[in-house]
C-alpha cells in the first residue's frame, strides 16, 4: 500500500524541463555556496516547481470510433462556433471551438484528440497577450495541426502561447500517424489549447468544467446527444 502510494506521487518529468530543472538547480547550489541562504531556498522552490510544471503523467485514454478527447489539461474557457484560423485549412465556414486555458500549475504536455493523420502543422509567430482573451488565437503566436480522421472528417488543433508561455514544442510531423491520446507537443509556462469540431460535432463539456488531457470526452461523432449545461453544486 505504501510503496503504491509512492509510486503514485512520484510522476515522471518529460525530458523537455530537465535543462531547466538543472538550470535552477544549479543556481540554487551557487547560492548555498556562497552563503545566500535565503536566495538559494528561493532556488530550491524554483526548483521544485519546475520539476512539478514538466510532470508527464500516464493518463488512460477512452477508445471508440467517433470519440474526440481532450488535449489539454485546464478549465474550458470558451465554446464558441468561430471561423477556424486560416492555417488550419478547414473552410470559410464557422466550426465549434472548445478552448482549454491551461495555468502554471497544469500539465502542460499535449495529446491527441483521437486516432488520425497529420494534414497539415502550421507554424504562426504573434503576440503574448493573455491566452483567455478571444482574440489570442488570431494574435497570438500559436502551432496549428490539422488532422484527418479514419471516416474522412478533420478537426484542428491549436497550441497557443500564452502571457509567459516564450517555446511551443512539437513532438510530431506532417503525414504522421497519431493515436488518441499520444503525446504531440508541450508549451512552456501557461497557455492554451483550442480544439476545432467537425461540422454538426456537438461538445460533451461545458464552460468551467476541468478537462483532462487524454481522458475527458470533449464529444462524441457518433452520438446525437445534445449540447451540456452545468449546474455548481
Excluded at 512520484?10 to 552563503?35: C, D, N, Q, W
Aim: proline share 5%; net charge positive; hydrophobic share 45%.
Amino acid at each position: 500500500m505504501i510503496i503504491d502510494s509512492v509510486r503514485a506521487a512520484l510522476v515522471p518529468v518529460h525530458r523537455e524541463g530537465y535543462k531547466f530543472i538543472a538550470l535552477f538547480a544549479g543556481m540554487t547550489l551557487l547560492a548555498f555556496s556562497v552563503g545566500l541562504e535565503i536566495t538559494g531556498w528561493v532556488g530550491v522552490v524554483f526548483t521544485l516547481w519546475c520539476a512539478y510544471f514538466f510532470r508527464d503523467p500516464e493518463r488512460v485514454t477512452p477508445v471508440r470510433e467517433g470519440l474526440l478527447i481532450s488535449p489539454a489539461d485546464g478549465r474550458i474557457s470558451m465554446i464558441e462556433d468561430v471561423v477556424p484560423p486560416a492555417e488550419l485549412d478547414l473552410g470559410p465556414d464557422a466550426r465549434t471551438r472548445i478552448s482549454v486555458f491551461m495555468n502554471v500549475f497544469d500539465v502542460h504536455v499535449n495529446r491527441a484528440p483521437c486516432d488520425a493523420r497529420i494534414t497539415r502543422i502550421a507554424y504562426v509567430p504573434g503576440k503574448f497577450i493573455n491566452a483567455e482573451l478571444d482574440k489570442a488565437s488570431l494574435h497570438n503566436e500559436r502551432q496549428a495541426f490539422t488532422l484527418e480522421m479514419d471516416g474522412g472528417e478533420r478537426i484542428g488543433v491549436v497550441q497557443i502561447a500564452g502571457l509567459i508561455a516564450r517555446r511551443i514544442v512539437k513532438f510530431v510531423r506532417e503525414n504522421e500517424r497519431i493515436l488518441g491520446g499520444q503525446r504531440f507537443g508541450l508549451i512552456r509556462f501557461g497557455s492554451r489549447v483550442d480544439l476545432y469540431l467537425p461540422h454538426g460535432a456537438k461538445p460533451l463539456v461545458a464552460v468551467g468544467q476541468r478537462a483532462i488531457a487524454g481522458e475527458t470526452v470533449m464529444a462524441d461523432l457518433k452520438q446525437s446527444e445534445g449540447e451540456r449545461f452545468t449546474r455548481k453544486a
